[in-house]
């Protein structure tokens, strides 16, 4: 059974730094791109930052330059280090994993963890 369990969130003030965890279990890891979303109260799921297979990544302009998104494939466990942290950064933050399973048959696999929080006081 696949599970994202997110880790690291909480209170911080402007400035500070966080570091956010996600464990994949379910044998999926290295098969997954992998995402961190962010949804702040009333506004609409963003993509924060994004790693492939092969450790290419992508950032929201907002926080280019100060968020670094890193994989672990030993540990299945994706990391989201967070600095200067601003309180426009506050959401709570969702880990996705998504790709394809080995076969001739296309399927495809698309999971979400349960969210961790992340709140930055000015």
């Known amino acids: 059974q696949v599970q994202l369990v997110e880790s690291g969130g909480g209170l911080v003030q402007a400035g500070g730094s966080l570091r956010l965890s996600c464990a994949v279990s379910g044998n999926i890891f290295r098969l997954s791109a992998m995402s961190w979303y962010r949804q702040a109260p009333g506004k609409q799921r963003e993509l924060v930052a994004a790693?492939?297979?092969?450790?290419?990544?992508n950032y929201l302009d907002s926080v280019n330059g100060r968020f670094t998104i890193t994989r672990d494939n030993a540990k299945n466990t994706l990391y989201l280090q967070m600095n200067t942290l601003q309180p426009e950064d506050t959401a709570v933050y969702y880990c996705?994993?998504?790709?394809?399973?080995?076969?001739?048959?296309?399927?495809?696999?698309?999971?979400w963890g349960q969210g961790t929080q992340v709140t930055v006081s000015s």
């Open positions: 790693i492939t297979t092969d450790g290419s990544t």
């Open positions: 996705n994993a998504y790709g394809r399973l080995p076969g001739l048959t296309i399927r495809t696999f698309d999971y």
